[in-house]
T-cell receptor, first 110, second 113 residues
Framework: KNEVEQSPQNLTAQEGEFITINCSYSVGISALHWLQQHPGGGIVSLFMLSSGKKKHGRLIATINIQEKHSSLHITASHPRDSAVYIC????????????FGKGTKLSVKP | GAGVSQSPRYKVAKRGQDVALRCDPISGHVSLFWYQQALGQGPEFLTYFQNEAQLDKSGLPSDRFFAERPEGSVSTLKIQRTQQEDSAVYLCASSSPSAPEAFFGQGTRLTVV
């Protein structure tokens, strides 16, 4: 049973639009990763956060641990943002393990 | 190395063939994870090493799957007698004791025909 849920599953946007991807989880995760996966398969870590908000360029990630919810926002979207965005919950342990969502496939049209 | 390196990037195997997938983690990273990602799905945990010790192999789907990390650095995931359902991207990630952020390799896309 996948305990990390993402929405939407697929998202198509026009260049320049503001994009929000949501992630909710049902277990006691202590931190959350947002990852970007391009068609070649490689995964890049965008953010790891345990509270509040982080910003990097046009990307903003927020998390509310009490509500078990996180969002990834992309401002002024661009076709090069097209990728699969995956949230993954880090539930500790030694170095811990990640529970992954199924991903949100984003396509930004020019 | 600069990042996590996996090889081969692509592997086509005939059903019944054995395959070996290699992961070269970031130098000094103690923890190493293997994940399996089926088409259209998020990655699923396979196994976890801390140095050379395999601490968790609960995600390995069958006894045809075997992973090792004999010297605590490079790891190999071996799949014996491959089946079509083994077709997936196999991802490796490593992390250091000082921070739980995981760094991922490019993955190996295995296709069993």
């Amino acid at each position: 049973k996948n305990e990390v849920e993402q929405s939407p599953q697929n998202l198509t946007a026009q260049e320049g639009e503001f994009i929000t991807i949501n992630c909710s989880y049902s277990v006691g995760i202590s931190a959350l990763h947002w990852l970007q996966q391009h068609p070649g398969g490689g995964i890049v870590s965008l953010f790891m956060l345990s509270s509040g908000k982080k910003k990097h360029g046009r990307l903003i990630a927020t998390i509310n641990i009490q509500e078990k919810h996180s969002s990834l926002h992309i401002t002024a979207s661009h076709p090069r943002d097209s990728a699969v965005y995956i949230c993954a919950g880090y539930y500790g342990g030694s170095q811990g393990n990640l529970i992954f969502g199924k991903g949100t496939k984003l396509s930004v049209k020019p | 190395g600069a990042g996590v390196s996996q090889s081969p990037r692509y592997k086509v195997a005939k059903r019944g063939q054995d395959v070996a997938l290699r992961c070269d983690p970031i130098s000094g990273h103690v923890s190493l994870f293997w994940y399996q990602q089926a088409l259209g799905q998020g990655p699923e945990f396979l196994t976890y090493f801390q140095n050379e010790a395999q601490l968790d192999k609960s995600g390995l789907p069958s006894d045809r799957f075997f992973a090792e990390r004999p010297e605590g650095s490079v790891s190999t995931l071996k799949i014996q007698r491959t089946q079509q359902e083994d077709s997936a991207v196999y991802l490796c990630a490593s992390s250091s004791p000082s921070a739980p952020e995981a760094f991922f390799g490019q993955g190996t896309r295995l296709t069993v025909v």
